[in-house]
């Protein structure tokens, strides 16, 4: 069974900078994803792509392109994202997410272990 945990939530001004870290165990060795979803408080049933990154591609929601940045981290258990030019739009709770498939996609149904999530405020 894999496990994921984020951290590095927190509250930051409209402009700033935030960095989110994913801890994940029990990786199989291949074909699977590793992706970053958002959840906008009062909408529950609806999860909101950011990216996801395998082990030769990146994808990006249109929403967050040229502002967030997905990456494997420095240990081979984490990856990130960079969050630059926060807006308050993008206020919501942030989960990282695995699935298993040899091409990433931005659909959360296709993703089937997840975090417990960290909250991001962004304020004006």
């Known amino acids: 069974q894999v496990q994921l945990a984020e951290s590095g939530g927190g509250s930051v001004h409209a402009g700033g900078s935030l960095k989110l870290s994913c801890v994940v165990s029990?990786?199989?060795?291949?074909?699977?994803?590793l992706g970053w979803f958002r959840q906008v408080p009062g909408m529950e049933r609806e999860l909101g792509a950011i990216?996801?990154?395998?082990?030769?591609?990146?994808t990006y929601a249109d929403s967050v392109k040229g502002r967030f940045t997905i990456s494997r981290g420095d240990a081979e258990n984490m990856f990130d994202l960079q969050a630059h030019d926060l807006k308050p739009e993008d206020t919501a709770i942030y989960y990282c997410?695995?699935?298993?498939?040899?091409?990433?996609?931005?659909?959360?149904?296709?993703?089937?272990?997840w975090g417990q999530g960290t909250q991001v405020t962004v304020s004006s």
């Open positions: 997410a695995f699935g298993r498939a040899q091409v990433c996609t931005l659909t959360s149904g296709d993703y089937v272990f």
């Open positions: 029990g990786l199989p060795f291949a074909d699977y994803c």
């Open positions: 990216a996801g990154i395998d082990d030769d591609s990146i």
